[in-house]
């Protein structure tokens, strides 16, 4: 089966921009997650979806990040305007239906890595 | 609240000894535990998961880990490390009552050196 896919895999922008984050979570995952990860850290929860309707954004920096899940299947991350600190690698992660014991699993996309300059 | 803890940044080890890498946890109840693994320019890949049942725990290129209740720990090994194994590894937790949030460590970095 196909995994999850993100796009684009490498973005540079200057502080103050805007940029867009895009993911397609492996066919039939109702559950999708968005990550940062700083260089030298572990991944860190910015939001989680279940189907289209938000499940915990208590992580997300709502006056410069939103998400969207249109449709419950892809998913945009933007961040609007950048700071030099959310220079990371955005990673995008998909499970079954958060609940049952297959949704234990999430499965990661390759990355976004964001250079704020 | 939940934490995990991965004590070492790094760990070398030679081709063909065994390797640890450690992992300590904290939850307010029972814990779900998962280790991945990340290769350069790649996205965490499943190692292996801890839900319930024998505490020896089996997953995918040969790695297993091993919960310990009573010290909070959930080490992954391998019997017999191979230069393609250095990589850098995940511990994860999140709780039973959770909406399946994971919380991972900060990473260790595995060498094996040929």
């Known amino acids: 089966e196909a995994g999850v896919a993100q796009s684009p895999r490498y973005k540079i922008i200057e502080k103050r921009q805007s940029v867009a984050f895009w993911c397609n979570p492996i066919s039939g995952h109702a559950t999708l997650y968005w990550y940062q990860q700083i260089l030298g850290q572990g991944p860190k929860l910015l939001i989680q979806f279940q189907n289209n309707g938000v499940v915990d954004d208590s992580q997300l920096p709502k006056d410069r990040f939103s998400a969207e899940r249109l449709k419950g299947v892809d998913s945009t991350l933007k961040i609007q305007p950048a700071k030099l600190e959310d220079s990371a690698v955005y990673l995008c992660?998909?499970?079954?239906?958060?609940?049952?014991?297959?949704?234990?699993?999430?499965?990661f996309g390759p990355g976004t890595r964001l250079t704020v300059t | 609240a939940q934490s995990v803890a991965q004590p070492e940044d790094q760990v070398n080890v030679a081709e063909g000894n065994p390797l640890t890498v450690k992992c300590t946890y904290s939850v307010s109840g029972n814990p779900y535990l998962f280790w991945y693994v990340q290769y350069p320019n790649r996205g965490l890949q499943f190692l292996l998961k801890?839900?319930?049942?024998?505490?020896l725990v089996k997953g995918s290129y040969g790695f297993e880990a091993e919960f310990n209740k009573s010290q909070t720990s959930f080490h992954l090994k391998k019997p017999s490390a191979l230069v393609s194994d250095s990589a850098l590894y995940f511990c994860?937790?999140?709780?039973?009552?959770?909406?399946?949030?994971?919380?991972f460590g900060t990473g260790t970095r595995l060498t094996v050196i040929p």
């Open positions: 801890y839900i319930t049942g024998d505490n």
């Open positions: 994860a937790v999140r709780d039973q009552a959770g909406a399946n949030n994971l919380f």
């Open positions: 992660a998909s499970s079954l239906l958060a609940g049952g014991p297959g949704s234990y699993e999430q499965y």
